[in-house]
Protein backbone atom coordinates (compact mmCIF):
# COMPACT_ATOMS: atom_id res chain seq x y z
CA UNK A 1 0.00 0.00 0.00
CA UNK A 2 1.34 3.60 -0.44
CA UNK A 3 1.80 5.50 2.34
CA UNK A 4 0.36 9.23 2.57
CA UNK A 5 2.46 11.67 5.01
CA UNK A 6 1.30 14.70 6.38
CA UNK A 7 3.02 17.21 7.62
CA UNK A 8 2.68 19.12 10.22
CA UNK A 9 0.01 17.11 11.91
CA UNK A 10 -1.52 20.15 13.41
CA UNK A 11 -0.60 23.99 13.29
CA UNK A 12 -1.95 27.10 14.70
CA UNK A 13 -2.47 30.06 12.70
CA UNK A 14 -4.29 33.39 12.32
CA UNK A 15 -6.54 34.81 10.23
CA UNK A 16 -5.07 36.58 7.18
CA UNK A 17 -1.80 33.83 7.18
CA UNK A 18 -0.31 32.18 4.73
CA UNK A 19 -0.60 28.31 5.35
CA UNK A 20 1.15 25.42 3.65
CA UNK A 21 0.28 21.68 4.00
CA UNK A 22 2.39 18.90 2.84
CA UNK A 23 1.65 15.55 1.80
CA UNK A 24 4.37 12.69 0.70
CA UNK A 25 3.98 9.79 -1.09
CA UNK A 26 6.07 6.75 -0.04
CA UNK A 27 6.05 6.30 -4.04
CA UNK A 28 5.44 8.02 -6.76
CA UNK A 29 1.46 8.97 -7.79
CA UNK A 30 2.37 10.82 -10.80
CA UNK A 31 -0.56 14.13 -9.60
CA UNK A 32 -3.55 11.40 -8.84
CA UNK A 33 -4.11 13.07 -5.46
CA UNK A 34 -7.03 14.59 -3.80
CA UNK A 35 -7.60 17.13 -1.03
CA UNK A 36 -10.18 17.39 1.52
CA UNK A 37 -11.47 19.66 4.20
CA UNK A 38 -13.55 18.19 7.30
CA UNK A 39 -15.05 20.29 9.76
CA UNK A 40 -16.08 18.70 12.90
CA UNK A 41 -18.86 16.52 12.71
CA UNK A 42 -19.28 17.03 9.06
CA UNK A 43 -18.08 14.94 5.78
CA UNK A 44 -15.07 15.90 4.24
CA UNK A 45 -15.31 18.47 1.31
CA UNK A 46 -13.42 18.11 -1.94
CA UNK A 47 -11.46 20.88 -2.45
CA UNK A 48 -8.28 20.19 -5.17
CA UNK A 49 -8.53 17.04 -7.37
CA UNK A 50 -5.24 16.37 -10.15
CA UNK A 51 -3.39 17.83 -7.09
CA UNK A 52 -3.75 21.37 -8.58
CA UNK A 53 -6.87 21.77 -10.04
CA UNK A 54 -9.65 23.58 -8.20
CA UNK A 55 -13.03 21.98 -7.44
CA UNK A 56 -15.91 24.50 -8.86
CA UNK A 57 -17.27 25.80 -5.82
CA UNK A 58 -13.79 26.18 -3.46
CA UNK A 59 -13.02 30.05 -3.19
CA UNK A 60 -9.49 30.95 -4.97
CA UNK A 61 -7.54 31.37 -2.05
CA UNK A 62 -7.03 27.47 -1.55
CA UNK A 63 -4.46 26.04 -4.35
CA UNK A 64 -2.54 23.18 -4.79
CA UNK A 65 0.65 22.05 -6.70
CA UNK A 66 3.35 18.81 -6.90
CA UNK A 67 3.74 15.71 -8.62
CA UNK A 68 5.49 12.35 -8.33
CA UNK A 69 6.13 11.97 -3.97
CA UNK A 70 5.38 15.49 -2.74
CA UNK A 71 2.35 17.56 -2.58
CA UNK A 72 1.47 20.78 -0.83
CA UNK A 73 -2.30 22.48 -0.40
CA UNK A 74 -1.57 26.40 0.20
CA UNK A 75 -3.82 29.14 1.87
CA UNK A 76 -2.99 32.52 0.58
CA UNK A 77 -5.06 34.08 3.89
CA UNK A 78 -7.17 31.91 6.16
CA UNK A 79 -10.55 32.79 6.80
CA UNK A 80 -12.09 31.97 9.74
CA UNK A 81 -13.78 29.25 8.05
CA UNK A 82 -10.84 27.50 7.21
CA UNK A 83 -10.28 26.44 10.63
CA UNK A 84 -10.48 22.15 9.83
CA UNK A 85 -8.70 19.25 9.02
CA UNK A 86 -7.33 18.73 5.90
CA UNK A 87 -6.94 15.46 4.17
CA UNK A 88 -4.84 14.05 1.05
CA UNK A 89 -5.88 11.30 -0.70
CA UNK A 90 -3.90 9.30 -3.29
CA UNK A 91 -5.91 7.86 -5.89
CA UNK A 92 -3.84 6.17 -8.33
CA UNK A 93 -3.27 2.74 -7.02
CA UNK A 94 -5.43 -0.04 -4.88
CA UNK A 95 -5.95 0.79 -2.06
CA UNK A 96 -6.74 4.58 -2.53
CA UNK A 97 -5.06 5.98 0.99
CA UNK A 98 -5.28 8.98 2.93
CA UNK A 99 -3.17 11.40 4.85
CA UNK A 100 -3.58 11.45 8.60
CA UNK A 101 -4.96 14.50 9.24
CA UNK A 102 -3.85 18.31 9.34
CA UNK A 103 -5.70 20.54 11.84
CA UNK A 104 -5.20 23.78 11.42
CA UNK A 105 -6.14 26.01 14.39
CA UNK A 106 -6.51 29.43 15.73
CA UNK A 107 -3.70 30.71 17.35
CA UNK B 1 -28.69 18.97 -7.25
CA UNK B 2 -25.89 15.82 -6.75
CA UNK B 3 -27.05 14.16 -3.23
CA UNK B 4 -26.26 11.25 -1.28
CA UNK B 5 -28.38 10.91 1.80
CA UNK B 6 -27.25 8.13 4.33
CA UNK B 7 -29.01 6.52 6.88
CA UNK B 8 -29.69 7.14 10.44
CA UNK B 9 -26.92 6.34 13.61
CA UNK B 10 -27.30 2.26 14.57
CA UNK B 11 -25.83 0.67 18.16
CA UNK B 12 -25.13 -2.61 17.86
CA UNK B 13 -23.99 -5.26 20.05
CA UNK B 14 -20.61 -7.24 19.81
CA UNK B 15 -21.21 -9.87 17.17
CA UNK B 16 -24.13 -8.23 15.40
CA UNK B 17 -24.57 -7.62 11.71
CA UNK B 18 -25.32 -3.91 10.49
CA UNK B 19 -26.26 -2.17 7.02
CA UNK B 20 -26.35 1.00 6.18
CA UNK B 21 -27.90 2.68 3.46
CA UNK B 22 -26.84 5.72 0.85
CA UNK B 23 -29.35 7.05 -1.77
CA UNK B 24 -28.14 9.12 -4.26
CA UNK B 25 -30.05 11.40 -6.11
CA UNK B 26 -29.57 14.31 -8.82
CA UNK B 27 -27.12 11.68 -11.50
CA UNK B 28 -27.05 8.84 -13.30
CA UNK B 29 -26.94 5.89 -10.70
CA UNK B 30 -25.27 3.31 -13.14
CA UNK B 31 -22.99 5.71 -14.81
CA UNK B 32 -20.45 6.27 -10.90
CA UNK B 33 -18.96 3.42 -8.88
CA UNK B 34 -19.57 4.08 -5.13
CA UNK B 35 -16.99 4.32 -2.36
CA UNK B 36 -17.60 3.53 0.85
CA UNK B 37 -14.92 4.55 3.98
CA UNK B 38 -14.68 4.96 7.78
CA UNK B 39 -13.77 7.01 10.47
CA UNK B 40 -13.00 6.41 13.84
CA UNK B 41 -13.75 9.20 16.62
CA UNK B 42 -10.34 11.76 16.28
CA UNK B 43 -8.76 9.11 13.88
CA UNK B 44 -8.44 9.25 10.32
CA UNK B 45 -10.31 8.14 6.94
CA UNK B 46 -9.94 4.35 6.11
CA UNK B 47 -11.22 2.97 2.56
CA UNK B 48 -13.47 -0.18 3.03
CA UNK B 49 -14.32 -0.57 -0.45
CA UNK B 50 -15.76 0.27 -4.07
CA UNK B 51 -19.25 -0.82 -5.65
CA UNK B 52 -20.18 -0.69 -9.58
CA UNK B 53 -23.46 0.11 -9.58
CA UNK B 54 -24.10 -0.94 -13.45
CA UNK B 55 -23.25 -4.52 -12.55
CA UNK B 56 -22.87 -4.82 -9.04
CA UNK B 57 -18.89 -5.90 -9.23
CA UNK B 58 -17.23 -5.36 -5.77
CA UNK B 59 -13.84 -4.99 -4.33
CA UNK B 60 -12.88 -4.66 -0.45
CA UNK B 61 -10.22 -3.46 1.16
CA UNK B 62 -7.73 -6.78 2.43
CA UNK B 63 -9.11 -5.75 6.05
CA UNK B 64 -12.66 -6.12 5.42
CA UNK B 65 -12.68 -9.38 3.01
CA UNK B 66 -15.01 -11.86 4.19
CA UNK B 67 -16.59 -9.28 6.80
CA UNK B 68 -18.27 -6.30 4.57
CA UNK B 69 -20.36 -6.56 1.40
CA UNK B 70 -21.54 -4.03 -0.83
CA UNK B 71 -24.49 -4.12 -2.67
CA UNK B 72 -27.04 -2.19 -4.66
CA UNK B 73 -30.76 -1.74 -5.46
CA UNK B 74 -31.09 0.07 -8.92
CA UNK B 75 -34.47 0.36 -8.82
CA UNK B 76 -34.09 3.12 -5.84
CA UNK B 77 -30.50 4.37 -6.84
CA UNK B 78 -29.08 3.43 -3.55
CA UNK B 79 -25.74 1.67 -2.20
CA UNK B 80 -25.79 -0.53 0.51
CA UNK B 81 -23.19 -1.49 3.13
CA UNK B 82 -23.43 -4.75 5.23
CA UNK B 83 -20.55 -5.21 7.89
CA UNK B 84 -20.89 -8.85 10.14
CA UNK B 85 -19.28 -9.71 13.54
CA UNK B 86 -19.17 -5.87 14.43
CA UNK B 87 -16.62 -5.09 17.32
CA UNK B 88 -15.99 -2.42 19.13
CA UNK B 89 -13.43 -1.06 17.27
CA UNK B 90 -15.71 -0.91 14.40
CA UNK B 91 -17.39 1.78 15.90
CA UNK B 92 -17.02 4.58 13.59
CA UNK B 93 -18.71 7.34 10.95
CA UNK B 94 -19.28 5.32 7.72
CA UNK B 95 -19.07 7.15 4.48
CA UNK B 96 -20.40 6.84 1.17
CA UNK B 97 -19.26 9.06 -1.60
CA UNK B 98 -19.37 8.97 -5.66
CA UNK B 99 -16.20 8.43 -7.27
CA UNK B 100 -15.78 9.04 -10.91
CA UNK B 101 -17.45 8.16 -13.71
CA UNK B 102 -17.28 4.27 -14.67
CA UNK B 103 -16.64 4.88 -18.68
CA UNK B 104 -12.91 7.40 -17.40
CA UNK B 105 -9.34 6.34 -16.28
CA UNK B 106 -9.20 3.64 -13.80
CA UNK B 107 -7.91 6.46 -11.55
CA UNK B 108 -11.14 8.25 -11.22
CA UNK B 109 -12.40 4.81 -9.80
CA UNK B 110 -10.89 5.34 -6.38
CA UNK B 111 -11.28 9.22 -6.26
CA UNK B 112 -14.03 10.43 -3.03
CA UNK B 113 -15.68 13.04 -5.34
CA UNK B 114 -18.38 14.07 -3.04
CA UNK B 115 -20.10 12.76 -0.14
CA UNK B 116 -22.74 11.41 2.35
CA UNK B 117 -23.33 13.07 5.40
CA UNK B 118 -22.06 9.63 7.28
CA UNK B 119 -23.69 7.85 9.55
CA UNK B 120 -22.44 6.45 12.91
CA UNK B 121 -22.34 2.87 13.54
CA UNK B 122 -21.66 2.64 17.65
CA UNK B 123 -20.91 -1.19 18.50
CA UNK B 124 -21.34 -1.68 22.57
CA UNK B 125 -22.44 -4.26 25.20
Known amino acids: DIQMTQSPSSLSASVGDRVTITCRASQGIKNDLGWYQQKPGKAPKRLIY???SLQNEVPSRFSGSGSGTEFTLTISSLQPEDFATYYCLQHNSVPPTFGQGTKVEVK | QEQLVQSGAEVKKPGASVKVSCKTS????????MLWARQAPGQGLEWMGRINPKNGDTNYAQKFQGRVTMTRDTSISTVYLEMRSLRSDDTAMYYC??????????????????WGQGTLVIVSS
Open chain 2, 97 to 114: ARAGPIAAAIIWGYYFDF
Open chain 1, 50 to 52: SAS
Open chain 2, 26 to 33: GYIFSDYY
